[in-house]
């Protein structure tokens, strides 16, 4: 699916859970027209950015 001149996201979901707090938001990116998805260009720059990681079993 492409939408012309830049890329666009769409908001699709969220899971929630029983007490219907949101355990997870769900955005999917479409690519321009030339199949780049152009408009990550345009997003602005995190400040101060941490990201961590576990490996659960």
Request: hydrophobic share 35%.
């Given at each position: ?40 260009n345009n997003m ?14």
């Amino acid at each position: 699916m492409t939408w012309g001149k830049i890329a666009v996201f769409s908001y699709l979901s969220s899971f929630l859970d029983e007490n219907k707090k949101v355990l997870s938001d769900n955005f999917y990116w479409y690519p321009d027209a030339k199949g780049n998805y152009s408009g990550l260009n345009n997003m602005q720059k995190a400040d101060n950015l941490k990201v961590t990681a576990r490996k659960t079993k």
